[in-house]
Each structure stands twice: as structure tokens, then as C-alpha cells.
């Protein structure tokens, strides 16, 4: 699937700047359609998240927990966590996310708000997403709108509605039902490190010994855990990755072929257009002619 591109750190840390530092939130409306096999590839944040499905479903996994949503249906993810959607069985979804940094909602770091109200939900210990009410998705909507349209005093009604939104979570108990053990702390992070040593060493040949190693564990236990973290195998998601990085040296067209398969890992170039036109239903030549 083809590449909703994202500036991602190699622990696959989104390095957008959402909105400014005067008005710290950010409104995206992503577009995916299934015949340019477009999805939101797999990603984390700092700023916490709100989804809503203006057309179509979305296959969305936030951790190692998937589900669809329905046009009309909202989410919130957490801050720190992985990510990432796609269409599920429609030509096309469109959705919009709207990403808000903390201090938005919590104002002065000691103050109540931020000490009582906000802060304590969005440490790594809280919920890693909610499956929101279809009043609060309403309101994600009618903020979105407000965000797109920027009339005058725009701001002031985006900052009451994200904190009617927050309040009606608190009020709802929706971010107080999961508390994360140390050792699920632990596990995220590991995760992290998996990754960040994945995009590292991509170009090179990659062993699940090394790999292993790399964060203290068994090669039996570093496969089962990946797997249960990010929802495919290790070489699985090099696969993946290393397209995913192809998809975006193809923009360059000065660019061989050739050269893109080495530059990204693959061993020869006829097991990368393989694979490639298995991932996409394209050869990459035609790929960048189609789509780039």
C-alpha cells in the first residue's frame, strides 16, 4: 500500500510540527483511496490525538489492538502510542485528525487543570485509546469544521470545544478504565528500540540474532514479541519498510530503479519489483508514472 507520507524519526516518531507554539493543534484531512493503495503507515506522536470518519471505514490498529470504524464514528489515541490506518473493503475513506498538544487542554504545567485534569491521562499509565460516544465524535466534527473554515474567534471555540471533548471523557470515566504495568512501560519501549534498529540497519543484511541481542532477548521470544507489538513479523515489517522507503526515492526520478533497490536493501533488483508489484499491484516504473 502506498505511503501517506510522514516525516518519521527512525523510532518511527512523527517529526511534523502540529499548528504553532502560540496555538499548539493541528487539523489533517487524509484521503485514502484503495486503488493508490494509500495508508497512515505506522506512527507516534507526542501530541494527543482525535479521529473522526467523515466517508467510509477505516481499519485502524493503535497498539497491538485493531478495529474498524465506521463513517461517523470518532476515536481518541493517547499520546506516545504507535498508530497507523487504512480503507477496509470501501474505494475510499476520508477522515480527519485532529492532533492537540497536551499543554492546550492543561494550561500552566502546576496548575489544576494540568496537575488534576489533563496530565495524569496522558502519562504512559493511562488508556491507550478510547472508541468514542457518537455525541463526543459530533463534536470532533464541529471542532474540524471550525479548524477548516478559521473564521474569526476560530481559536477561542476550538479551545472550548477540545475541553467540553476532554471534560466529557473525564465525565464518561473513558480514560480511567486501563492502567498500565511497569512492565507493558518496559514493553514500548523495547518495541521502540526494535524499531529504531530496524530503520538503522535496513540497508543491510539483517539478523534476528542481532536483533535479539540488541534488546536481551531470546530469538524465539524477540519474534513472538514483535509480532505481538506491532502486529507482523520482524522480516515482515522490513519488507514493508524497506518498500515503503522505496515508494519515497521513486518521487526521484533521477533514480534508477536499480539504484532504489540497492539503496533500500533488497538483494537484487528482480526480487524488489517482485515484491514490490505484490505489495502494490505495480511495478515501481509504473508505479511513478501512475502515481508520481
Known sequence: MALTYIKLAKDLQELTSHGSKSFPVALYETVLRLDRTDFLPLHWHKEIQFVYVKTGRILYRVGHES?????????????????????????????????????????????????????????????????????????????????????????????????????????????MEEQLSISNIVQHERVKQ??????????????????????????????????????MTVFEYLLHYRLQKSMELLRNKELSITEIAVETGFSTVSFYIEKFKGYTGYTPYAYRKAFL
Open 67 to 175: 478495529f474498524v470504524l465506521e463513517a461517523g464514528e470518532g476515536l481518541f489515541v493517547n499520546a506516545g502510542r504507535f498508530h497507523e490506518g487504512k480503507p477496509f473493503e470501501v474505494d475510499e475513506a476520508i477522515f480527519y485528525c485532529i492532533n492537540v498538544d497536551p499543554s492546550m487542554l492543561a494550561g500552566h504545567e502546576e496548575s489544576i487543570i494540568a496537575t488534576q485534569f489533563v496530565l495524569p491521562y496522558v502519562i504512559e499509565g493511562r488508556r491507550s485509546f478510547v472508541k468514542l460516544s457518537d455525541d463526543v465524535a459530533c463534536e470532533i466534527e464541529a471542532v474540524a469544521k471550525l479548524l477548516k473554515e478559521r473564521k474569526q474567534f476560530y481559536e477561542l471555540k476550538v479551545w472550548r470545544g477540545l475541553l467540553h471533548i476532554w471534560e466529557s471523557l473525564l465525565e464518561q470515566s473513558a480514560l
Open 194 to 231: 526494535m524499531i529504531d534498529y530496524l530503520h538503522t540497519h535496513f540497508m543491510e543484511k539483517v539478523l534476528l540474532d542481532e536483533l535479539a541481542a540488541h534488546v536481551f532477548l531470546s530469538r524465539a521470544e524477540c519474534s513472538r514479541f514483535f509480532k505481538k507489538m506491532v502486529g
